[in-house]
């Protein structure tokens, strides 16, 4: 049973990766390869079918927690370019040389995703990439790097990536260490491929034409719905903070006050023919294929860890623990790199809740703040840049951009792995030049 669950996993993969060459839509592969395994999982009659019936229904609930949350931050972003509101940062944004517009990409999808989190920041940024850059190949580039620099601007903020956010929540990592310990890292992971696709990055950008589709939309419209949908946005992880409810709870209910506003708007602001946007209007172009892709990869890695195959991978990495080089002990550095490259075939969440459950924060695990934790941190959250599918804000893009699995293979994946490389370089040897008594008194 284990050997055909893989067997399949592999195979769905490979056909979502080869999706143009056999011309078969990948979420077309992603549902069938979630409810397959599924499926065979069932008639293996490993475990009763009540059991599984449990087991279904409670990942279900985790896999729709992201769902939902990404339809609500899909459509509250449409909404604003619906209205237009992304005119009012792009008109401020003057440049067309493709090496200074890159810069100024990247270094603002970093910053905004520490403060969103990496798969909304990555929405908004392809949506104001469209408004940029007319070339659809040629914007391929920005969002390959819009991808890493959303992951690496989440690995260091305590709310900037789901895995971290699992960390803080158990009290594994706090969130001044946490921003300490690997934000320089998580910076040279996206500046080390932002200089090296900046130099290959020659010429001026051709901006498409301005498009009204025959909406009047006021200026100040077009602000407010900017200004509501950004707050929006920046009113999840803190409402998250507040009542320790599911993020997708907070972007349904910043999606619905922008819904009831832009209601407000049409009704008494159209013009004959000329009816403004609603959120009726806006979820019937939001992308539903991107959405049921997510869906068929999250419950197919779900089958994966209900069948104990991550549980499994987890412990045979525990092995690696008390590998020791000079009077240092790196094994957990290793775990943590290992890690990182797996989130980008499976997805990051599970592995981390396995890993978090085989180490209690105690000595005998690893005590809160300890290196291990904070490293995971990096590792799962700038892992997934590796492959376009391995982590959620990758996932979003490919979706609205339709990018190529095996074009962002040949062209982006290889700057991901260096820039990962060097952050965990910088990372480890901070920990070791830095704290060396801190670090020293830990490892002993």
């Given at each position: ?55 279904l229904i409670e990942n279900l609930g985790e896999t729709a927690e992201i769902v939902f949350f ?167 992880p803190i409402f998250k903070t507040i009542t ?201």
């Amino acid at each position: 049973m284990i050997v055909s669950l893989i067997t399949i996993f592999i195979l769905g993969y490979a056909c979502i990766a080869l999706e143009h060459p056999l011309k078969i839509n990948k979420t077309a592969t992603a549902l069938m390869l979630g409810t397959l395994v599924w499926t065979i999982f069932a008639l293996s009659h490993v475990i009763p079918g009540e059991e599984i019936s449990s087991h279904l229904i409670e990942n279900l609930g985790e896999t729709a927690e992201i769902v939902f949350f990404l339809l609500g931050a899909m459509t509250i972003v449409t909404l604003i370019e619906d209205y237009q509101g992304f005119t009012v940062i792009t008109d401020h944004i003057t440049t067309t040389n493709k090496k200074k517009l890159l810069w100024v990409l990247s270094i603002l999808t970093f910053f905004l995703s520490a403060l969103l989190d990496n798969m909304t920041t990555a929405i908004v940024m392809v949506a104001l990439l469209r408004k940029l850059i007319a070339d659809r190949k040629e914007r391929w580039f920005f969002a390959g790097m819009v991808i890493l620099a959303a992951n690496a601007g989440g690995a260091w903020s305590p709310i900037g990536d789901v895995t971290t956010i699992m960390l803080w929540i158990k009290g594994q990592v706090t969130t001044v260490n946490i921003i300490v310990k690997t934000l320089i890292p998580s910076l040279v992971c996206m500046v080390v491929p932002l200089v090296i696709l900046g130099s290959q990055l020659k010429g001026e950008i051709e901006r498409p034409e301005e498009t009204r589709s025959g909406i009047d939309v006021a200026p100040w419209m077009r602000k407010l719905v900017l200004i509501m949908g950004v707050c929006g946005l920046i009113f999840v992880p803190i409402f998250k903070t507040i009542t320790h409810l599911p993020p997708y709870l907070g972007m349904l209910l910043s999606l619905s006050v922008l819904w009831v506003t832009t209601e407000i708007l049409s009704r008494k602001h159209s013009k004959e023919g000329h009816r403004l946007p609603t959120a009726v209007s806006t979820l019937e172009h939001v992308d539903v294929p991107t959405i049921l892709f997510f869906l068929g990869i999250l419950m197919a890695v779900s089958c994966l860890k209900v069948a104990g195959i991550l549980g499994s991978l987890a412990q045979g990495l525990d092995s690696m623990r008390d590998l020791s080089v000079g009077p240092h002990t790196v094994g957990f550095f290793l775990i943590d790199l290992i890690i990182g490259v797996l989130s980008s075939i499976v997805d990051n969440v599970p592995l981390v809740a396995a890993v978090q459950g085989m180490y209690p924060v105690t000595p005998e695990g690893f005590i809160a703040n300890h290196p291990f934790w904070e490293f995971l941190a990096y590792c799962a959250g700038t892992g997934g840049s590796l492959l376009i599918i391995g982590s959620a804000a990758g996932v979003a893009v490919m979706g609205m951009e339709k990018i190529d699995f095996i074009w962002y293979l040949k062209k982006i994946s290889w700057l991901a792995l260096v820039g990962y490389i060097a952050g965990a370089i910088v990372f480890i040897g901070m920990n070791l030049m830095l704290e060396p008594f801190e670090w020293w008194s830990s490892m002993v």
